[in-house]
Every structure is written in C-alpha cells, then in structure tokens.
C-alpha cells in the first residue's frame, strides 16, 4: 500500500498525507445506534465516494494533515505510522509506507515542522508522533512542539496507570512517552488557545474528554480541522450516530451538533481525519437536517 498526497481546498496551503483509504468497516460496526435499514435509507449510501454498497461497508480514509501558513509548517494529527505494533487491527499493523518520503516530495523535511498539533489520543491520531531508531521510538519531528489537550494527557496517562500499557494499542509508551522524555511537548490548558496566526485550537469534548478542532483561517477562508468529531460523511446525515470509541456518547454527538450549527449554509470548510476524498467539504441545511457539500 503506497501512501499520496493531496492538496485540499481551503486557507493557507494544506495537503493531505494518506495512509489508507478505501472500503473499511461497516456503518452498525462503527455507529452503534445504526441499524442496516436505516443506513442503506441515507443519502450517503448512494454516493460510492462515502459508501461501498456493494459490500455495506464505510469508505474511510486515514490522513496527516500537512498545513503551511506564511509563517509556520504544522502538521495536525499524524495518523497511523511505521513500525508500531497493532495486532488488533491489520491494517495499521507493523506498516512500512512511504510517508517521510511523501512528505519530502511536498518539500518538508522532518526538521522543518515546526508544530505537531492532535486532535486526540487515539492510535490512528498520533501515528507519526514517533519512529523507530535503532529499537527505539524517537519524535519524528527534532525541532517540533508537540501541543496535546493537558485533559487529554491526564485522561490517558490515568487510564494507563489503571489498565495497564495496552490503552488504545499500547500509543503512551510508542508515540506520546518519547515526546515528553524529549522535552518536546507543551500541554494545552482548556479553552481556545492560539498557536501561531491564524492556527488556533478550540476544544470538542465527547469522543475523548480532551478533543480539539484546529481553526485555520487565513483572513480570507477559514477551515475547522476536526479529527473525529465527524467519523463519516454518514454522520452529517445522522449527527446521533455516535461511534462505538466515543467516551462520552451523548457529549460527542453534543458537540457535531454545534459544530454543524456553526459552520452550516457558511463557507467554512471541515476537514475531517477520516474523510476520503475530496475531503475538504462545507455543509448546508436541508428539510431534513444536514447534508454534504463537495463542491
Ligand atoms: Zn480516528
């Protein structure tokens, strides 16, 4: 599986590192509240793009977001990785894709990050975080801060302590320990929090307790990078379908709700983690709610 690049519609300049994308799991597996009727019913369904109906199952993708402002290379959330070891789920398992080498045909060097931004502490979020070294996870990014939700942080160094190394496949040890042994990492306190011009962090709890959404706008458009407050373009449809990784169920589809009444008939783009292409959508209001446009 070889990892691409795309350049995505919206402020500043950002591209799309992907590490997979296609058919992935079916919509009652993700979405528990979803019955099979009532999937096939959506709007989604019909669009091969979103939904393989064939097979009923998610067209999924999983990305790094690269974004450069006049200033600064960020990237927000590092997706799966190399190395890492995920038995639980073969396709992020023990990979070897070529994202470093994607990432310098954009004309990014690893030392040229200046900001490692995530949304969540969740494996596919923080992938590329770190690599392997001579048997040892190193920051992939020298010269970078790596800004993480202190709420998120202290969720997750709890939940370890309580349960063990293996939390969501085992990412303290691999890909967030290292960074803080590397004295790399600055840990955010809640409410909005501007990281450089035009880049500013804004908090979406419910899926995790410590979630943000990353707002870009420079003067001219704005983007709202969202990781998974929307999983799938299904749950624009169905905003009360939560996912079956959400922590707080009812706090997470709380927050899709404001953030679809916030940017809903603007032209403020969402750029979810998770959306195959194009990716970069707005959303408009219709009779019954919310739908896509990829316009
Ligand atoms: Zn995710």
Redesign the pocket.
């Known amino acids: 599986m070889t990892s691409r690049t795309f350049r995505l519609d919206g402020p500043f300049r950002i591209d799309r590192l992907v590490e997979f994308e296609g058919p992935f799991r079916s919509a009652t597996h993700l979405f528990p509240p979803a019955t099979e009727a009532e999937v096939r019913a959506t709007a989604t369904a019909r669009d091969p793009r979103f939904y393989d109906l064939e097979r009923d199952l998610l067209v999924m993708a999983f990305h790094a977001l690269l974004v450069r402002t006049p200033t600064h290379t960020l990237i927000v959330d590092t997706c799966l990785g190399n190395d890492k070891s995920r038995p639980k789920v073969p396709e992020w398992n023990q990979r070897s894709g070529a994202f470093l080498e994607d990432l310098t045909a954009l004309g990014v060097r690893p030392g040229d990050v200046d900001y490692v931004l995530c949304t969540h502490l ?1 494996a ?2 923080v992938g590329w975080h770190t690599r392997l070294v001579d048997g040892r996870w190193v920051p992939t990014f020298p010269r970078a801060r790596y800004l993480f939700a202190r709420r998120e942080i202290d969720h997750l160094r709890a939940r370890v302590r309580q349960e063990g190394p293996m939390v969501h496949h085992g990412i303290w040890d691999d890909g967030v320990q290292p960074v803080l042994d590397a004295g790399l990492a600055v840990l955010v306190e809640d409410g909005v929090h501007e990281v450089v011009p035009g880049v500013s962090l804004h908090p979406a709890p419910g899926h995790t307790p410590g979630t943000v959404m990353v707002r870009l706008d420079d003067g001219r458009h704005v983007a709202w990078l969202i ?2 407050v929307v ?1 799938h373009p299904i749950q624009v449809e169905r905003p009360d379908w939560f996912s079956r990784f959400c922590d707080d169920p009812t706090g997470a589809c709380a927050s899709r709700g404001r953030l679809l009444e916030l940017v809903a008939d603007t032209d403020m783009r969402l750029i979810p ?2 959306f195959p292409a194009p990716t970069s959508v707005r959303i408009r209001r219709d009779a019954s709610g919310y739908r896509l446009d990829t316009d």
């Open positions: 969740h596919d979020h990781g998974d999983h983690a998770h």
